[in-house]
Protein backbone atom coordinates (compact mmCIF):
# COMPACT_ATOMS: atom_id res chain seq x y z
CA UNK A 1 0.00 0.00 0.00
CA UNK A 2 1.77 3.23 -1.56
CA UNK A 3 1.83 6.31 0.02
CA UNK A 4 -0.69 9.03 -1.68
CA UNK A 5 -0.48 12.62 -2.64
CA UNK A 6 -3.92 14.15 -1.69
CA UNK A 7 -5.82 16.68 -3.66
CA UNK A 8 -7.11 19.70 -1.96
CA UNK A 9 -10.52 19.74 -0.10
CA UNK A 10 -11.99 23.13 0.41
CA UNK A 11 -15.21 24.35 0.88
CA UNK A 12 -17.19 27.79 1.92
CA UNK A 13 -17.62 28.95 5.66
CA UNK A 14 -18.67 31.81 7.11
CA UNK A 15 -15.84 33.59 7.77
CA UNK A 16 -13.26 35.31 5.58
CA UNK A 17 -9.96 33.65 4.79
CA UNK A 18 -6.89 34.97 2.88
CA UNK A 19 -4.79 32.83 -0.23
CA UNK A 20 -2.31 31.54 1.87
CA UNK A 21 -3.79 27.93 1.70
CA UNK A 22 -3.80 28.67 -1.99
CA UNK A 23 -0.70 30.00 -2.57
CA UNK A 24 1.12 26.73 -0.40
CA UNK A 25 -1.26 23.89 -1.58
CA UNK A 26 -2.02 25.14 -5.39
CA UNK A 27 -5.72 25.29 -4.64
CA UNK A 28 -8.27 28.25 -4.66
CA UNK A 29 -8.26 29.46 -1.14
CA UNK A 30 -9.64 32.71 -1.38
CA UNK A 31 -12.24 35.07 0.70
CA UNK A 32 -14.53 32.14 1.12
CA UNK A 33 -12.42 29.63 1.87
CA UNK A 34 -10.33 30.07 5.08
CA UNK A 35 -9.77 25.90 5.70
CA UNK A 36 -8.94 22.92 4.04
CA UNK A 37 -9.99 19.97 6.13
CA UNK A 38 -6.59 17.18 5.02
CA UNK A 39 -6.96 13.76 5.48
CA UNK A 40 -10.17 13.51 6.19
CA UNK A 41 -12.84 10.97 7.91
CA UNK A 42 -15.30 13.82 9.38
CA UNK A 43 -18.38 15.46 7.86
CA UNK A 44 -19.17 18.89 8.21
CA UNK A 45 -22.03 19.07 10.99
CA UNK A 46 -24.68 17.89 9.63
CA UNK A 47 -23.75 17.91 6.02
CA UNK A 48 -22.67 14.89 5.00
CA UNK A 49 -20.57 13.69 2.50
CA UNK A 50 -18.88 17.67 2.49
CA UNK A 51 -15.59 17.25 4.70
CA UNK A 52 -14.69 13.90 3.92
CA UNK A 53 -11.51 14.02 1.38
CA UNK A 54 -11.00 11.93 -1.05
CA UNK A 55 -8.26 9.74 -2.55
CA UNK A 56 -6.48 10.09 -6.30
CA UNK A 57 -8.62 7.60 -7.57
CA UNK A 58 -12.05 9.64 -6.25
CA UNK A 59 -12.93 6.96 -3.13
CA UNK A 60 -13.69 8.54 -0.21
CA UNK A 61 -11.09 7.75 2.25
CA UNK A 62 -13.92 7.02 5.10
CA UNK A 63 -14.58 4.32 3.10
CA UNK A 64 -11.25 3.04 1.73
CA UNK A 65 -10.13 3.08 5.80
CA UNK A 66 -13.79 1.08 7.13
CA UNK A 67 -12.85 -0.95 3.95
CA UNK A 68 -9.44 -2.21 5.58
CA UNK A 69 -8.48 -0.49 8.76
CA UNK A 70 -5.95 -2.76 9.44
CA UNK A 71 -3.97 -1.54 6.60
CA UNK A 72 -4.21 2.03 7.25
CA UNK A 73 -4.23 2.13 10.53
CA UNK A 74 -2.23 -1.22 11.96
CA UNK A 75 -3.90 -3.88 14.37
CA UNK A 76 -2.99 -1.73 17.37
CA UNK A 77 -4.51 1.33 16.50
CA UNK A 78 -8.21 -0.70 15.33
CA UNK A 79 -7.80 -2.47 18.67
CA UNK A 80 -7.56 0.55 20.86
CA UNK A 81 -9.67 3.03 18.49
CA UNK A 82 -11.60 0.94 16.19
CA UNK A 83 -11.67 2.64 12.48
CA UNK A 84 -11.72 6.00 13.44
CA UNK A 85 -8.45 7.66 12.26
CA UNK A 86 -9.15 9.83 15.67
CA UNK A 87 -8.07 13.14 13.88
CA UNK A 88 -8.47 16.06 12.12
CA UNK A 89 -6.33 17.95 10.07
CA UNK A 90 -6.85 21.38 8.86
CA UNK A 91 -5.27 24.55 7.51
CA UNK A 92 -6.98 27.44 8.86
CA UNK A 93 -5.88 31.12 7.05
CA UNK A 94 -8.03 33.63 9.16
CA UNK A 95 -8.20 37.06 7.19
CA UNK A 96 -11.06 38.06 10.03
CA UNK A 97 -10.80 37.34 13.54
CA UNK A 98 -12.45 34.01 14.34
CA UNK A 99 -15.54 34.93 16.16
CA UNK A 100 -15.47 33.71 20.11
CA UNK A 101 -16.39 30.11 20.74
CA UNK A 102 -16.32 26.92 22.06
CA UNK A 103 -15.62 23.09 21.54
CA UNK A 104 -17.92 20.80 23.85
CA UNK A 105 -15.55 17.97 25.79
CA UNK A 106 -16.24 14.30 25.34
CA UNK A 107 -18.55 13.78 28.42
CA UNK A 108 -20.67 16.82 26.81
CA UNK A 109 -20.47 14.82 23.34
CA UNK A 110 -21.65 11.71 24.76
CA UNK A 111 -24.68 12.76 27.12
CA UNK A 112 -25.84 15.42 24.37
CA UNK A 113 -25.16 14.21 21.13
CA UNK A 114 -24.12 9.97 21.47
CA UNK A 115 -21.00 11.22 19.73
CA UNK A 116 -17.48 9.17 21.33
CA UNK A 117 -15.39 12.84 20.59
CA UNK A 118 -15.86 16.06 21.91
CA UNK A 119 -13.18 18.66 19.90
CA UNK A 120 -9.64 19.06 21.92
CA UNK A 121 -7.92 20.99 19.19
CA UNK A 122 -4.17 22.21 18.48
CA UNK A 123 -2.89 24.78 16.60
CA UNK A 124 0.74 24.94 14.95
CA UNK A 125 1.02 28.51 13.69
CA UNK A 126 2.41 28.55 10.34
CA UNK A 127 2.27 32.35 9.94
CA UNK A 128 0.66 35.57 12.21
CA UNK A 129 1.67 39.17 11.89
CA UNK A 130 3.64 41.35 14.72
CA UNK A 131 1.76 41.14 17.61
CA UNK A 132 -0.96 38.82 16.53
CA UNK A 133 -2.91 37.70 19.41
CA UNK A 134 -5.11 34.54 20.30
CA UNK A 135 -7.72 34.62 23.14
CA UNK A 136 -8.07 31.32 25.03
CA UNK A 137 -10.26 30.77 28.07
CA UNK A 138 -11.76 33.11 30.76
CA UNK A 139 -8.91 35.30 32.46
CA UNK A 140 -11.50 35.47 35.66
CA UNK A 141 -14.13 32.90 36.73
CA UNK A 142 -17.61 33.77 35.30
CA UNK A 143 -20.83 32.52 36.02
CA UNK A 144 -23.32 31.01 33.71
CA UNK A 145 -25.62 33.64 33.28
CA UNK A 146 -23.57 36.25 32.91
CA UNK A 147 -21.90 34.31 29.68
CA UNK A 148 -25.54 33.47 28.59
CA UNK A 149 -26.63 37.01 29.41
CA UNK A 150 -24.09 38.25 27.16
CA UNK A 151 -24.70 35.72 23.96
CA UNK A 152 -28.16 36.84 23.79
CA UNK A 153 -27.08 40.77 23.98
CA UNK A 154 -24.86 40.09 21.53
CA UNK A 155 -22.14 41.60 23.46
CA UNK A 156 -19.05 40.55 21.59
CA UNK A 157 -17.42 43.57 23.48
CA UNK A 158 -17.31 42.34 27.18
CA UNK A 159 -16.67 38.60 25.63
CA UNK A 160 -13.55 39.74 23.83
CA UNK A 161 -12.83 41.89 26.69
CA UNK A 162 -13.00 38.54 28.92
CA UNK A 163 -10.64 36.35 27.34
CA UNK A 164 -7.42 35.58 28.80
CA UNK A 165 -4.80 36.82 25.80
CA UNK A 166 -1.38 35.45 24.36
CA UNK A 167 0.76 36.67 21.39
CA UNK A 168 1.53 33.64 18.81
CA UNK A 169 4.34 33.96 16.85
CA UNK A 170 5.50 31.10 13.83
CA UNK A 171 6.52 28.44 14.33
CA UNK A 172 4.90 28.29 18.14
CA UNK A 173 1.69 25.35 19.05
CA UNK A 174 -0.74 25.45 21.53
CA UNK A 175 -2.95 23.39 22.76
CA UNK A 176 -6.64 24.40 23.39
CA UNK A 177 -8.48 21.84 25.84
CA UNK A 178 -12.23 21.25 24.87
CA UNK A 179 -14.52 23.93 26.69
CA UNK A 180 -12.23 26.92 26.35
CA UNK A 181 -13.60 29.77 24.74
CA UNK A 182 -11.57 31.11 22.35
CA UNK A 183 -10.65 33.59 19.23
CA UNK A 184 -7.63 34.04 16.44
CA UNK A 185 -6.80 37.26 15.44
CA UNK A 186 -6.87 37.99 11.87
CA UNK A 187 -3.37 37.50 9.56
CA UNK A 188 -2.86 34.17 11.98
CA UNK A 189 -2.31 30.90 9.64
CA UNK A 190 -2.27 27.80 11.49
CA UNK A 191 -1.81 24.02 10.82
CA UNK A 192 -4.46 22.50 13.76
CA UNK A 193 -4.99 19.28 14.18
CA UNK A 194 -8.21 18.32 16.22
CA UNK A 195 -10.41 14.96 17.47
CA UNK A 196 -12.63 14.22 14.50
CA UNK A 197 -15.64 16.09 14.76
CA UNK A 198 -17.25 19.34 13.46
CA UNK A 199 -18.60 20.65 16.96
CA UNK A 200 -18.85 24.75 17.41
CA UNK A 201 -20.52 26.69 19.81
CA UNK A 202 -20.84 30.42 19.04
CA UNK A 203 -20.69 33.16 21.61
CA UNK A 204 -21.03 35.63 19.65
CA UNK A 205 -21.08 35.96 15.60
CA UNK A 206 -21.89 40.03 14.92
CA UNK A 207 -20.18 40.86 11.10
CA UNK A 208 -20.01 37.12 10.02
CA UNK A 209 -22.24 35.38 7.68
CA UNK A 210 -24.08 33.28 10.42
CA UNK A 211 -26.84 33.31 12.09
CA UNK A 212 -26.06 32.02 15.65
CA UNK A 213 -29.18 32.08 17.48
CA UNK A 214 -29.89 29.55 14.54
CA UNK A 215 -27.01 27.90 13.82
CA UNK A 216 -25.06 28.36 16.93
CA UNK A 217 -25.68 25.48 19.36
CA UNK A 218 -25.31 22.57 17.33
CA UNK A 219 -29.24 22.10 17.46
CA UNK A 220 -29.44 21.89 20.65
CA UNK A 221 -30.64 25.33 22.24
CA UNK A 222 -28.54 27.84 24.02
CA UNK A 223 -29.90 26.71 27.41
CA UNK A 224 -28.32 23.22 26.96
CA UNK A 225 -24.93 24.42 24.68
CA UNK A 226 -23.73 26.67 27.09
CA UNK A 227 -23.41 23.58 29.70
CA UNK A 228 -20.36 22.87 27.44
CA UNK A 229 -18.70 25.91 28.54
CA UNK A 230 -15.26 25.86 30.72
CA UNK A 231 -16.24 28.89 33.01
CA UNK A 232 -12.89 28.59 35.50
CA UNK A 233 -10.05 31.10 35.12
CA UNK A 234 -7.55 30.78 33.01
CA UNK A 235 -4.31 32.01 33.94
CA UNK A 236 -0.77 33.56 32.12
CA UNK A 237 0.64 30.19 34.01
CA UNK A 238 -2.09 27.80 32.28
CA UNK A 239 -1.38 29.31 28.74
CA UNK A 240 2.22 28.77 29.62
CA UNK A 241 1.58 25.32 29.80
CA UNK A 242 -0.48 24.84 27.07
CA UNK A 243 2.19 26.41 24.64
CA UNK A 244 5.31 24.70 23.53
CA UNK A 245 7.21 27.46 21.93
CA UNK A 246 9.26 27.73 18.35
CA UNK A 247 12.59 27.23 20.49
CA UNK A 248 11.39 24.22 21.76
CA UNK A 249 10.49 22.79 18.39
CA UNK A 250 12.60 23.68 15.63
CA UNK A 251 15.78 22.19 15.00
CA UNK A 252 17.08 19.14 12.83
CA UNK A 253 15.56 15.81 12.95
CA UNK A 254 12.16 15.29 13.90
CA UNK A 255 11.00 17.01 17.05
CA UNK A 256 7.57 17.39 18.93
CA UNK A 257 5.21 19.87 17.50
CA UNK A 258 2.84 19.94 20.49
CA UNK A 259 2.70 19.84 24.28
CA UNK A 260 2.78 17.04 26.39
CA UNK A 261 -1.12 17.18 27.25
CA UNK A 262 -2.14 16.37 23.36
CA UNK A 263 -0.81 12.80 23.49
CA UNK A 264 -3.98 11.32 24.36
CA UNK A 265 -5.73 13.55 21.06
CA UNK A 266 -3.30 13.09 18.34
CA UNK A 267 0.68 13.93 17.57
CA UNK A 268 2.39 16.54 15.31
CA UNK A 269 6.14 16.60 14.52
CA UNK A 270 8.14 18.47 12.72
CA UNK A 271 10.86 17.63 10.43
CA UNK A 272 13.81 19.08 8.87
CA UNK A 273 15.92 17.03 6.46
CA UNK A 274 18.62 19.97 6.93
CA UNK A 275 21.33 17.26 8.02
CA UNK A 276 20.38 14.22 6.70
CA UNK A 277 17.49 11.62 6.54
CA UNK A 278 14.69 11.91 9.01
CA UNK A 279 13.40 8.27 10.12
CA UNK A 280 9.40 8.34 10.46
CA UNK A 281 8.29 4.66 11.95
CA UNK A 282 5.57 3.26 10.63
CA UNK A 283 1.66 4.30 11.10
CA UNK A 284 -1.23 6.47 9.53
CA UNK A 285 -0.27 9.86 8.99
CA UNK A 286 -0.46 13.34 7.30
CA UNK A 287 2.87 14.79 6.31
CA UNK A 288 2.94 18.38 5.22
CA UNK A 289 5.17 19.83 3.41
CA UNK A 290 5.99 23.14 4.28
CA UNK A 291 9.37 23.92 2.01
CA UNK A 292 11.85 22.21 -0.54
CA UNK A 293 11.98 19.60 -2.48
CA UNK A 294 12.52 15.82 -1.66
CA UNK A 295 11.86 12.26 -1.55
CA UNK A 296 9.67 10.24 0.85
CA UNK A 297 10.59 6.87 0.80
CA UNK A 298 9.08 3.80 2.32
CA UNK A 299 9.14 -0.40 1.77
CA UNK A 300 6.09 0.27 -0.60
CA UNK A 301 8.11 2.50 -3.05
CA UNK A 302 9.49 6.43 -3.00
CA UNK A 303 7.59 9.07 -3.77
CA UNK A 304 8.73 12.77 -4.44
CA UNK A 305 7.27 15.47 -2.99
CA UNK A 306 8.06 19.63 -2.80
CA UNK A 307 6.23 22.54 -0.71
CA UNK A 308 2.43 22.45 -0.53
CA UNK A 309 2.37 19.07 -1.24
CA UNK A 310 0.23 16.68 1.54
CA UNK A 311 0.95 12.98 1.69
CA UNK A 312 -1.32 10.13 3.14
CA UNK A 313 0.67 7.47 4.41
CA UNK A 314 -1.06 4.09 5.81
CA UNK A 315 0.53 1.58 8.52
CA UNK A 316 0.78 -0.91 5.45
CA UNK A 317 3.46 1.23 3.77
CA UNK A 318 5.79 0.62 7.09
CA UNK A 319 8.73 2.60 8.52
CA UNK A 320 9.56 5.61 5.93
CA UNK A 321 12.17 8.99 5.44
CA UNK A 322 12.24 11.84 4.42
CA UNK A 323 15.17 13.31 2.76
CA UNK A 324 16.11 16.81 0.49
CA UNK A 325 17.07 16.12 -3.03
CA UNK A 326 18.98 18.92 -4.67
CA UNK A 327 20.03 22.69 -3.85
CA UNK A 328 18.11 24.96 -1.70
CA UNK A 329 16.03 25.19 0.85
CA UNK A 330 15.83 21.53 2.41
CA UNK A 331 12.70 19.08 2.81
CA UNK A 332 10.83 20.31 5.95
CA UNK A 333 7.08 19.66 7.01
CA UNK A 334 4.76 18.34 9.97
CA UNK A 335 4.10 14.54 10.48
CA UNK A 336 0.37 14.46 12.15
CA UNK A 337 -0.76 11.76 13.82
CA UNK A 338 -3.61 9.56 15.84
CA UNK A 339 -2.61 9.19 19.42
CA UNK A 340 -0.16 6.30 19.42
CA UNK A 341 -2.11 2.57 20.68
CA UNK A 342 -0.87 2.57 24.61
CA UNK A 343 -1.43 7.03 24.74
CA UNK A 344 -3.20 7.97 28.49
CA UNK A 345 -7.21 8.65 27.83
CA UNK A 346 -7.87 12.05 26.90
CA UNK A 347 -9.04 14.01 29.75
CA UNK A 348 -11.86 16.05 28.22
Not at 253 to 268: I, V
Not at 280 to 296: E, K, R, S, T, Y
Amino acid sequence: MLPVLLPVNQFDHFYRGGDRIGALRHGPGGPQRPEEWIGSTTARFGQAPQGFSRLPDGRLLIEAVEADPQAWLGAEHVARYGTSTEVLIKLLDLNQRLPVHLHPNREFSRTHLGLAHGKTEAWYVLDAPEGGEVGVGFAEEMSRAQVADWVSSEDSDALLGALRRRVVRPGDAMLVPAGLPHTVASGVFVLELQEPTDLSILLEWQGFAVDGFKDGHLDLGFDAALQAVDLSAVSDGDLDRLVLPREEIEGAGLRSAMPPQADGYFRAHRFDAAEGTVDVPAGFAIVLILDGHGVLRSGAGSLEVAKGDVVLVPFAAGDYALHSTGAGHPLTGVVCRPPAPDAPTGVR
